[in-house]
């Protein structure tokens, strides 16, 4: 199965490592383009862009998931669009490009703990 994944944060970078492990193909990374941390510190890909990067895979890094990045993500052929805190509402046509289906892995209950710090939120309320 191909996939094409998409996250930013640690956690995330996590499960891109295992799914490069496993027999699924990674065709492709989406992230969030590189920033700055903290303040006066220098810019910086995020954990899943760096992971991306030292596995050699395709990375994509889009300013905007506009026109311009639907006309280079519709090229690549995948089975499921494997979404892991990417951190942006992503659009209807990304959605529909996967053969089988989107999958969105959420590191808390739904709809319950969303937003910000939903972890946070779960442990805090013992959930």
């Known amino acids: ?18 799914l490069n492990a496993s027999s699924l ?18 810019v910086e890909p995020s954990k899943v862009s760096a992971t991306a990067i030292e596995l050699n895979l395709k990375l994509y890094k889009p300013l905007n998931i506009d026109e311009d990045f639907k006309k280079i993500i519709s090229k ?3 089975d499921f669009l494997l979404v892991a ?12 490009l996967p053969y089988v289906a989107p999958v ?5 209950l739904l709809p319950k703990y969303r937003g910000a710090s939903p972890i946070q939120a779960a442990i805090l309320n013992g959930d």
């Open 1 to 18: 199965m191909k996939i094409l994944f998409a996250g930013s944060p640690k956690p995330s970078a996590k499960i891109l490592r295992a």
């Open 25 to 42: 193909d990674v065709v492709g990374v989406i992230s969030q383009p590189d920033k700055r941390s903290k303040r006066n510190k220098p």
């Open 76 to 78: 690549i052929k995948f």
């Open 85 to 96: 805190a990417y951190g942006k509402i992503l659009p209807l046509w990304l959605l529909e």
């Open 104 to 108: 969105n892995i959420h590191f808390s």
